[in-house]
């Protein structure tokens, strides 16, 4: 707290510098905050608190899978040259988490919450909380933005809130509770709305599956009457594929919400729970 309060101090006194020299109250060139983002989720929140008072660069390619990003020298010169870099922790990008170690404002948002799975986008509330941080960062560095951030950090929050008691009341009442899915990141999701997680492979889609797991999953499937087995987007859906078949059973997409998307997150998460109340038969 007392760092936060003299970096806030340092960052007003900069600001009035700046101001006195009339380069305005941001931080980059042309008066924007400049914030590098490590992959589509973390820009998505940056851009929506941010608006017009920042410029943010998603460092994870378009139609890419973020888990363990290799940066580009440029790459490390702009998380270097950013006034705010927003990074998840938990193994999640462990390029970018060195990277950051040296930029002048980095934050990895795993930190301030409990547990160590860096998938955190998947639980609204989880992500609103994200979102408080991001606010106070920009407030930290901006100051003269600071009703606008405030204000859209608001709405982005009720937007949360919404989407987080629409997937409550949702998945209330079903038939299965269990998740079979491609890797491991729906783990706060399961949490949040009380269903069971059981992966193919671990928390990094890469990880190639344990033929083990694979028999026991179809017992599962089988014992728990589970219709179908999820894939994901931007990971090949081969294995997955393979024991829906093994088991006699469908696949259907849930995405992780791991690459850039058409709309917003609210958009696909709410596509993710229409798959969910199909899948598990919710009423
Ligand atoms: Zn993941």
Excluded at 88 to 110: N, T
Excluded at 146 to 167: H, N, S, T, V
Excluded at 219 to 236: C, I, M, N, W
Aim: aromatic fraction near 4%; charge should be negative; charged fraction near 25%.
């Amino acid at each position: 707290m007392r760092r936060s309060i003299a970096v806030l101090a340092s960052s007003v006194l900069l600001s009035a510098a700046m101001a006195a020299c009339g380069s305005g109250g941001g931080a980059g060139d042309d008066g924007r905050v400049r914030v590098v983002a490590g992959f589509a989720r973390l820009a998505e929140v940056a851009e929506r608190i941010g608006g017009d008072g920042v410029a943010v660069t998603d460092l994870t390619p378009p139609g890419a899978e973020p888990h363990d990003l290799e940066l580009t020298s440029d790459e490390i010169d702009a998380v270097d040259d950013a006034d705010l870099v927003l990074y998840l922790g938990g193994g999640f990008q462990p390029g970018l988490a060195a990277a950051s170690r040296r930029a002048g404002r980095a934050v990895d948002l795993l930190t301030a919450q409990d547990g160590k799975d860096p998938h955190i986008w998947l639980d609204p509330q989880r992500l609103a909380e994200a979102a408080t941080v991001v606010y106070r960062e920009l407030v930290a560095i901006d100051a003269a933005g600071a009703d606008g951030y405030r204000r859209r950090a608001a709405a982005f929050r009720d937007e949360l809130a919404a989407l987080d008691q629409e997937m409550a009341a949702g998945l209330a009442t079903c038939e299965r509770r269990e998740l079979v899915t491609a890797h491991e990141a729906f783990g706060h999701l399961a949490r949040r709305y009380d269903l069971v997680q059981e992966p193919i492979t671990g928390i990094s889609p890469e990880a190639e599956p344990d033929p083990d797991r694979l028999a026991d999953l179809v017992d599962l499937v089988r014992a728990k009457g589970v219709t179908t087995v999820f894939t994901e987007r931007l990971v090949s859906p081969r294995v997955a594929r393979a024991l829906a078949r093994e088991a006699g059973v469908k696949v259907a997409v849930l995405d992780p919400l791991e690459g850039r998307l058409d709309g917003g997150y609210g958009d696909a998460m709410r596509r993710n729970l229409g798959v969910l109340r199909t899948a598990l038969g919710c009423t």
